[in-house]
């Protein structure tokens, strides 16, 4: 007969919160196995070992059914399919579902979690604050280095220190803990690692909605206008997740469409002019990018500290295209890299930079637009400057 396995969602670890069919298949299994402690609570004979260790330790006990315990529900930021995947080849497997921290959570503090952007944390690096800025409310696992503290002093310095926070700690356990506040007091509470955070921003921004010329204080800093905007910011493919380099920011124009392109991933820009700076900032909060870090300083000194980056908009070189494209294929030899000029001889120190540098797929558009402006009783067309768009992939070569 072939042997069965059962990986069991034991829910929040206490023994009312199982489900009738878990409860069930933990009585009638030969071996039960689990990673934690508190998990193993729910069974007299269930044993602990490591994670590392349990699908081995399910395949090799001599019995017919082996039940192995994960906490929360076996399709919510679980390991249960790793464990799957270990123990298809020794016989059938089969996924009992269980309660969610996400689904017991807002059932406690009486929020709907249907409408929520839902991330997690645990074990992993990233941000949360592009899912704040475009979502109203985030739910966030939290743990390791990442704890709920740590996000929440991130919101803080961020500038969204006045935002409600729900944090629950322990749930299911007789310790649970349920509090509400802003990121700013939240950030001063101490919490364990067993938490999750539920965060509402009623005025986060629809990240699919495009930046207008009009959204943003300008100043006399120079401005990428919005029709060569969205077709570089097209041409660069930026992706929900990237790291994105944006080099002579500016007002920041460019840098909020790069945002929304990559609202679970961080863009930098760069600028070194103060009054440059000071826009920038000013923009960020308008138009609420805060998955956008400002760096100050000149390129390529400053990058030198900056993560690799996925895609590199340049908007503003200071002379020094070669050394910044060279920059960011030392750091992701497969960047994607978009350059905007007016200048003819600029263009071709970016071309010559990018065959030099071994970049492919190189292609040229030159975008001439104009807008329409009353004249009396009719429209006149209104020629913008010509710009090039340089776009290339990293993806050959060193």
């Known amino acids: 007969m072939e042997r069965r396995f059962v990986i069991i969602g034991a829910g929040p670890g206490a023994p009312e919160l199982l489900t009738g ?11 039960v196995l689990t990673s934690s402690a508190r998990l193993a609570a729910l069974c007299a004979g269930a044993q602990v070992c ?48 269980g309660l969610s921290s996400l689904q017991y959570f807002c059932a406690r503090v009486g929020v709907r979690y249907d409408d929520a952007c839902v991330r997690s944390l645990h074990g992993r690096g990233g941000s949360i604050l592009g899912a704040v800025s475009y979502h109203k409310k985030v739910f966030v696992l939290t743990g390791g280095t990442q704890n709920a503290q740590t996000v929440c002093r991130e919101l803080a310095e961020a500038g969204l220190d006045g935002l409600t926070v729900r944090l629950g700690e322990n749930l299911g356990a007789a310790d649970e803990r349920i509090v509400s506040g802003t990121a700013a007091s939240l950030a001063d509470t101490a919490c364990g690692d067993l938490a999750v955070l539920l965060i509402e921003h009623p005025d986060a921004v629809n990240a699919h909605e495009p930046v ?11 401005m990428t206008k919005e029709e060569v905007r969205w077709v570089s910011v097209g041409r660069l493919a930026v992706q929900p997740g990237d790291t994105v380099w944006d080099v002579g920011a500016g007002t920041g124009a460019v840098t909020l469409e790069l945002a929304r392109r ?23 909060r308008r138009l609420g990018g805060y998955n956008v870090r400002i760096v100050e300083g000149s390129a390529p000194e400053v990058l030198a500290d900056l ?14 295209m070669r050394r910044i494209l ?26 010559t930079a ?10 040229l558009i030159q975008l001439s637009a104009s807008r329409g402006k009353a004249v009396g009783p009719y ?7 010509p710009v090039f768009i340089l776009s290339a992939e990293g993806a050959y070569g060193g």
């Open 262 to 284: 990559a609202a679970d991933g961080t863009v930098y820009a760069i600028e070194r002019a103060p009054v440059a700076i000071d826009l920038l900032t000013e923009n960020r």
């Open 307 to 320: 993560p690799a980056p996925d895609a590199v908009f340049i908007g503003g070189s200071g002379g020094q």
């Open 326 to 351: 060279q920059a960011a294929k030392h750091k992701n030899p497969a960047v994607r890299v978009v350059v905007t000029a007016i200048a003819i001889e600029t263009l071709h120190t970016a071309q």
């Open 354 to 363: 990018l065959h030099e540098f071994g970049f492919a797929d190189v292609e």
């Open 21 to 31: 069919e878990a409860a069930a298949a933990i009585a009638e299994a030969g071996l």
């Open 212 to 222: 207008r010329d009009e959204m943003l204080t300008r100043g006399k800093t120079p």
């Open 50 to 97: 490591p994670f590392g260790e349990m699908a081995a330790r399910a395949a090799a006990a001599d019995c017919q059914t082996a039940a192995l315990l994960v906490s929360g529900d076996v399709g919510f930021f679980s390991a249960a399919y790793r464990l799957r995947e270990q123990l298809l080849p020794h016989g059938a497997v089969g996924l009992l579902c």
């Open 379 to 385: 429209t006149m067309m209104i020629a913008n400057n």
